[in-house]
Structures are given as structure tokens and as C-alpha cells.
């Protein structure tokens, strides 16, 4: 994919700890995360993604439980009237009840409502969950 060619990229001319490589969109780009999984699936070269108010159903659809196999924390408002909230809670809910695979780690998090703009209080911390840290507890254990 065009995202793994620029991972390589970076990767390649920059220091890149490439155990330590995450994936983050919001709206547009929180479905692009959530496509980028539905395409690459086991071969994805992120430790963890973060998609916000994005769009999972496609991707649930076409793989299931297999996406557990990528922690993943999804924020979405259930006020979004841009992209429904169902995107985000449709495939969260659904790794999170799968027993084979177990999710490795699946979170969800809905902004009582908040609109489209999910995405600020997540970035600057101010909702009070820290994705960077949760970030940094995952690694890739195999190299790309």
C-alpha cells in the first residue's frame, strides 16, 4: 500500500525504531486507517492504530475477528453527523466479543455529545485519556 511504501520510506532514511510504528487518522483519515486494516490485514506494519470518527463497518465486514490481532483504540462523538458513531462502535464491539482470535487489545471511547471534532480532546489529552502512553505499550514483535 501507498502507507506501507511511506513507512518504508521513513523507516529507511530516518531512525526509525520500527517495532515502535503507529497509525492515527481522524474523519477521512480515521476511515483510511480503518481501510488500511481491511487491506493489508495481518501484514500491517503498525504496532497499534488510533482511528478517530471513522468508518470500520467495511472493514469488520471483511475481517472480522482477525482485526483484533492490531490493538486499537477508537474515539468517535456520538453527535458526529458527519460520520455516524455505528463506524467506530460496529467493529470495536464486535473484536471486542471474539474469543478466537482474543483481541489483543480493543478499546472504545464515545464523546457524549460531541460532533465530528473528536479528534482535539483526544490529541491534546484534555478528555483525559492518554494515547500516547497506551501507544507506547505496544510493540510489533515481528519485523516488517
Do not use: K
Not at 69 to 95: C, E, K, R, Y
Amino acid at each position: 500500500t501507498d502507507i506501507d511504501a511511506f513507512l518504508q520510506w521513513a523507516a529507511s532514511h530516518y531512525g526509525v525504531d520500527q517495532s515502535r510504528i503507529y497509525l492515527t487518522g481522524l474523519s477521512c483519515g480515521g476511515i483510511g486507517t480503518w481501510e488500511y486494516l481491511r487491506t493489508v490485514g495481518a501484514n500491517a506494519l503498525p504496532a497499534a492504530v488510533v482511528p478517530i470518527c471513522g468508518n470500520g463497518i467495511d472493514a469488520w465486514n471483511q475481517r472480522g475477528c482477525l482485526l483484533g490481532n492490531m490493538p486499537m483504540w477508537a474515539f468517535h462523538g456520538d453527535a458526529d453527523g458527519t460520520i455516524p458513531v455505528q463506524g467506530s462502535i460496529v467493529p470495536l464491539t464486535g473484536v471486542a466479543a471474539c474469543t478466537s482470535p482474543v483481541a489483543a487489545d480493543a478499546r472504545l471511547t464515545i464523546y457524549p455529545g460531541v460532533g465530528h471534532d473528536s479528534w482535539t480532546a483526544t490529541y491534546n489529552l484534555s478528555a483525559g485519556h492518554d494515547i500516547y502512553a497506551w501507544l507506547l505499550t505496544h510493540r510489533r514483535t515481528t519485523t516488517p
